[in-house]
């Protein structure tokens, strides 16, 4: 293990799998919330031994919109709702998650991909070795920088850049472009009409990046020619799909250092 490594964690990624899994057990709300959070805390714990973390963060989405739905108001709109009891419930598990010596970072005007997205940048930037816990795929895009990982806990599996290549036929860099093509059904954005993923991967494959494809001709052939028709579409999703990585922060790495038990 490695002497220095930033654990980023997912943190409603996380809970709201362990949350699905409560509810299929228990009936009242009270139980499954107990559930819930007892999962969590024993599966952070896991992933503390598990990679020995000098710095950790458990990122959080918090209620509200954010610029990709001032974009299109319909980003994320097939997401169902957060039980009220487990929304009631975020504060006493980020109260519990510091007494772990985690703190929780949360920005109302921020989606939490942006957040994480930003700090495992500036993090490698600064040659800090980063995992982020996640089942997203769309920290995928990230990959490529030798000092970051993903970890699925669920599926106990590390993500590389070869998992990408061989899950979408197309490189981490690639993965957003390859997006605007197919849409994502997890955000609720649908791709150009007519182009699956087979197509969408030999495309991005063929000409590189959707910007290439997006300079073609029209008439070159009947695939390109659907991607011209929705050209404005597939550069809104390839626009929303996008990871921010330069956002202002407030705080700096050495914040994020890993004392168990504040």
Not at 36 to 47: D, G, N, R, V, Y
Not at 66 to 87: E, F, G, H, I, V
Not at 174 to 198: F, R
Not at 244 to 250: A, I, R
Request: glycine residues 6%.
């Amino acid at each position: 293990m490695t002497a220095n490594q930033l654990l980023i964690i997912d943190a409603l990624n996380l809970i709201r799998r362990f949350d699905a899994i409560s509810q299929k057990q228990h009936q009242q709300p009270e139980a499954r919330f107990q559930a819930t959070l007892s999962s969590t805390l024993s599966a952070i714990e896991k992933l503390i031994k598990r990679f020995i973390p000098s710095h950790i963060v458990a990122v959080f989405d918090q209620a509200g919109p954010d610029w990709r739905n001032t974009l299109y108001s319909d980003y994320k709109a097939n997401r169902q709702p957060m039980p009220t009891y487990l929304a009631d419930g975020l504060a006493t598990i980020q109260d519990s998650l510091l007494t772990q010596g985690i703190d929780s970072l949360l920005n109302p005007a921020i989606q939490a991909d942006d957040l994480i997205a930003t700090i495992a940048s500036k993090a490698t930037e600064h040659h800090l070795p980063t995992v982020i816990v996640s089942t997203d795929h769309g920290f995928w895009q990230l990959l490529g920088e030798s000092q970051l990982t993903i970890y699925n806990y669920f599926n106990k599996v590390l993500i590389t850049p070869d998992s990408v290549l061989q899950r979408y036929q197309v490189n981490c860099r690639q993965l957003v472009d390859y997006w605007a093509l197919t849409g994502s059904s997890s955000v609720n954005l649908k791709g150009v009409p007519g182009i699956g993923a087979k197509t969408a991967a030999q495309l991005i494959g063929q000409y590189g990046s959707l910007n290439a494809l997006l300079q073609c001709a029209k008439g070159e052939n009947t695939r390109v020619d659907k991607v011209l028709a929705h050209q404005d579409d597939a550069k809104l999703t390839a626009k929303l799909m996008q990871l921010l990585t330069d956002l202002p922060l407030g705080f700096n790495l050495k914040q994020l250092r890993y004392h168990s038990g504040k």
